[in-house]
């Protein structure tokens, strides 16, 4: 069974740094891009930031360029986001996504539970 827990969410400061984790399970993790999205309470979904497979390409929303950064250690199955220059606009349920290929693509078929990240204002 696939599993992906999510961690290192909490309470930040504006300008402040967290780093959010995803230990995945259950499939050959090297061989799917991942995903971390957010979902903020009155506002749809977004896209966060996704990783190629192999950790050689990555994608990010405008709205978190130049702050956040992926990356993925494979020998440890697990995914991070690194989250720098915190705003409160950041705030939000942060989910890791399995994709379905190699490369990053607008459909995940997996989802964690998520990790609440809150930036004080």
């Known amino acids: 069974q696939v599993q992906l827990v999510e961690s290192g969410g909490g309470l930040a400061q504006p300008g402040g740094s967290l780093t959010l984790s995803c230990a995945a399970s259950?499939?050959?993790?090297?061989?799917?891009?991942m995903t971390w999205a957010r979902q903020a309470p009155g506002k749809g979904l977004e896209w966060v930031s996704c990783i190629y497979s192999d950790g050689t390409d990555t994608i990010y929303a405008d709205s978190v360029k130049g702050r956040f950064t992926i990356s993925r250690d494979n020998a440890r199955d697990t995914v991070y986001l690194q989250m720098n220059s915190l705003k409160p606009e950041d705030t939000a349920l942060y989910s890791c996504?399995?994709?379905?290929?190699?490369?990053?693509?607008?459909?995940?078929?997996?989802w964690g539970q998520g990790t609440q990240v809150t930036v004080s204002s």
């Open positions: 996504v399995k994709g379905p290929y190699y490369y990053c693509s607008d459909y995940g078929d997996y």
């Open positions: 259950g499939f050959t993790f090297s061989s799917y891009a």
